[in-house]
């Protein structure tokens, strides 16, 4: 039997075994996290919106706790939080649908009133520019008589109609649900984001170092960026824009306004739903009003693309407007919505990454960090 020395120190396993073991650890890491992933997705859209929510609103966050510091249980600034930014899209939300109701109720009584004695066109159809002619025969032939609007009602496919309304039901469920997990998910971010920063901190510097750090602080900075550069903007140019449908005599002003200012945060967006607000306008007989919808809307865009967005935006996080524009319209494609504000984020990452391989100690500073013109 060996003899065991009492004065030997621990045994080690050899070299390889411990990298062997590393690379197993690696690997099973990798796929529980994987696992994991798949297991939640579902729930990231959530979890990402919850997230993009806490980082826009932490500033103001913060400086209202300092203001009013909590007493006792930390609950009260994160659940007054948390339903503050519920309210946000919850009461526009309730004003839409309000809305949307009292016009399907003006739609089931026309569509009532065509079955019993038909439609008779009205003024302003003829007065469409091309279509004029060929949408009031149409009209004539389709709905001038009750016979003729029943007709046309009756071969409306009636089990597709169905098939919508369960489909349009089923989305909507799945929304509301994603929305109430973004909510509870976003209430534990403002109550534990100091801890998660920090958890965050030391984990970027465990696995990358240092540098961890200002790729986290840059994607911040570009949420911070594109929230100004997208839903403020965007609210500024459906102010502005609303204010011309309102003189202009759109019907429903306050509602083609707040569709504007959404549509605004994708481009081109805004300039569907304010040429939509022109043709109405149009076929009112309005050719001068309409004529300054699309004139201020335009302008109103114009300036906000070019000059405004890109400059909060951009400085914010040093990138290019070309990086901006292909972030946006990128992530759009591929996340959705979502991805109006990751598509930025994940180019300021790209680009701050590609600087820093690039650089050398004999660089001198890139133009816009000297304030200088760039060389042309």
């Known amino acids: ?70 007493r006792g249980h930390d609950i009260l600034w994160p659940a007054l939080a948390t339903l503050a930014v519920a309210l946000l899209f919850l009461i526009p939300l309730g004003i839409a649908v309000v809305q949307l109701a009292r016009e399907a109720r003006v739609v089931i009584a026309l569509v009532e009133e065509a079955r019993r004695s038909g439609l008779a066109p009205p003024d302003w159809l003829a007065n469409l520019p091309l279509v004029g002619p060929a949408a009031t025969a149409w009209w004539a032939q389709n709905l001038s008589s009750g016979t003729a ?49 920090r958890e965050l901190l030391r984990a970027s510097h465990r696995a ?75 076929a009112q007989g309005s050719l001068g009003a309409a004529v300054a919808i699309v004139a201020t809307g335009t302008v109103v865009v114009f300036l906000a693309d070019h000059a405004v967005r890109p400059a909060l935006i951009g400085g914010a996080t040093k990138l290019p407007f070309i990086w901006v524009l292909l972030g946006i319209l990128g992530g759009v494609e591929t996340f959705g919505l979502l991805g109006l504000f990751l598509g930025p984020a994940l180019m300021a990452v790209i680009h701050l990454l590609w600087r820093d391989w690039t650089k050398t100690e004999n660089d001198a500073p890139p133009p816009a960090e000297r304030n200088l013109p760039p060389a042309r």
């Open 1 to 70: 039997m060996p003899m065991i020395d009492p004065q030997a120190g621990p045994r080690t396993v050899d070299e390889g075994t411990s990298i062997a073991q590393q690379r197993t650890g690696i690997v099973l890491g990798l796929l529980l996290l994987l696992a994991g992933l798949w297991t939640i997705h579902t729930f990231l859209p959530a979890l990402g919106w919850a997230a993009i929510l806490a980082v826009a609103t932490w500033p103001l966050y913060v400086r209202l706790r300092r203001a009013f510091p909590p």
């Open 149 to 197: 609007a029943s007709g046309l009602i009756e071969r409306l496919n009636h089990g597709a109609l169905a098939d919508l309304s369960r489909s349009f039901g089923g989305q909507i469920l799945h929304r509301s649900v994603i929305f109430g997990f973004t909510i509870l998910t976003l209430f534990f971010l403002y109550r534990d984001g100091e801890w998660l920063a």
């Open 208 to 282: 990358v170092g240092p540098h961890g750090e200002r790729v986290g602080r840059q994607m911040v900075a570009s949420i911070h960026g594109t929230v100004d550069g997208l839903v403020l903007v965007g609210l500024g140019e459906g102010v502005l824009i609303g204010i011309a449908y309102w003189l202009g005599g759109v019907p429903h002003p306050t509602l083609f306004a707040a569709a504007t200012a959404i549509a605004a945060m994708i481009p081109i967006g805004a300039a569907i739903v304010f040429c939509a607000a022109a043709l109405i306008v149009l």
